[in-house]
């Protein structure tokens, strides 16, 4: 193999060796636990877990002198910049052992099948970490668990972004301390059983990463507005560039916040909505009052009564009422989401109340979601408001609502 950097494989090389003489069992490192794993047919594959044996053992290599000497190369590294963002000189070392060191080792002695140095092994492994050092391109993922929703499949929002299925045990295999940071029961219940990813190429020349917890958190958010469903993610982010596991960033607090709630479904057709509103959400940073209706629309979901109809009343008002106020947005609203008389008469009844200072229940917090989605899907809310007032003067037809328009071509 062609060495980009020689003083890093040599510092790299020295403290996995150094670190194989501690780790073996004959040199009291402990024993490796393993496991069976079955394969059919009463087949069972010794398994020692390696990755577990040197997690548990990560402070004490850190003290290693040949720890600081890699260290210390890696700082000297332009390239490796990247996977310790910190500022300070014990985080960006703490950043680099998490992301770099640990994880060779580690690799290193799962490819040895233990502590029995094998030089080939260890070419492979620093090659790879050339690669993800010196690269074209690096291929990063980020993860946050998620529960309120229960997933019959992969679901596609885009911009990267992806719904499905896990565990509590395909989380550990990449990202060794989610164990720690998962909500609690996730993997037991249904409706706690999946995740949120964030998958991109990187070209080899950013020097930062992606905003995950904030991408993570709008998809969250087109979520909760599809479904209806008390959707949240987190606590924490969890990232990878390359096979280099990070730390954990947090997520913002309303999207990692469980709203109060029955677990909902995201099929693939609410799943196409919520791609459809994640694409719309990053468009209307310039109309403050949306973004207000919205904001204020997901608080509620956190409050009790009265709390929660005072939010509603402000988030509807933003959305609909312009300068007309709250009884005009009521009337909008009940136009834009009525499909017939009979509904309209019990919407129009729960949002005049609500105008009035009266205490709403579930099902206006529910109107007001979907005016939410409705107001995202026609693009341009101020053309919107305009044909509302006409077609409530009788001056044009009511215009088309998403949910009707999707029942009928359904």
């Known amino acids: 193999m062609a060495v980009r950097s020689p003083h890093l494989h040599a510092a790299v090389r020295g403290f996995c060796l150094a670190a194989f003489a501690e780790l073996a069992p004959k040199a009291g490192g402990g024993e490796i636990p393993f496991v069976l794993d079955e394969h059919g047919s009463g087949l069972y594959e010794y398994r020692p877990l390696v990755r577990d044996h040197v997690e548990a053992r990560a402070f004490w290599l850190a003290k290693l002198p040949d720890a600081g000497i890699a260290l210390g190369e890696l700082r000297r590294e332009p390239a490796a910049a990247i996977f310790a963002p910190a500022r300070d000189d014990a985080s960006i070392d ?184 994640l694409s719309r959400l990053g468009s209307f940073e310039d109309d403050l009052e949306l973004a207000d209706a919205l904001g204020r629309w997901e608080l509620a979901l956190f409050e009790d009564e009265p709390a929660r109809s005072e939010y509603l009343r402000e988030s509807l008002a933003a959305l609909l009422g312009g300068p007309d106020g709250l009884w005009a947005a009521a009337m909008r609203a009940t136009l834009l989401l009525a499909d017939g008389n009979p509904e309209r008469s019990g919407l129009i009844d729960r949002l005049r109340a609500l105008a009035r200072g009266e205490t709403g229940g579930v099902q206006v917090a529910d109107d007001v979601r979907r005016a939410i989605v409705e107001v995202l899907q026609h693009h341009d809310r101020a053309r919107l408001l305009t044909a509302l007032d006409e077609a409530l003067l009788g001056l044009r037809a009511r215009p088309a609502g998403y949910f009707s328009a999707r029942a009928l071509a359904s």
Do not use: K, M
């Open 94 to 277: 703490r950043a680099f052992s998490h992301a770099i060191l640990l994880p060779v080792l580690s690799r290193t002695a799962e490819a040895c099948g233990g502590f029995d140095w094998e030089d080939g092994a260890f070419e492979r492994i620093y090659a790879e970490l050339e690669r993800s050092l010196f690269g074209a391109s690096r291929s990063y993922a980020a993860v946050a668990p998620l529960v309120g929703l229960s997933i019959p499949g992969r679901i596609v929002l885009g911009h990267g972004i992806t719904v499905h299925s896990s565990s509590p045990q395909d989380l550990a295999l990449r990202w060794p301390e989610a164990n720690d940071l998962l909500p609690p029961r996730f993997g037991e219940e249904e409706g706690r059983q999946s995740v949120v990813e964030l998958e991109r190429e990187l070209s080899g020349a950013d020097a930062g990463l992606p905003d995950a917890p904030a991408e993570l958190a709008a998809a969250v958010t087109a979520l909760r507005l599809a479904t209806g469903a008390p959707a949240a993610a987190g606590p924490v982010v969890l990232e990878r560039l390359e096979w280099h596991p990070f730390g954990a960033r947090p997520l913002p607090g309303l999207a990692a916040t469980e709203p109060a709630g029955d677990a909902g479904r995201l099929d693939p057709w609410r799943g196409g909505l919520a791609a459809e509103l």
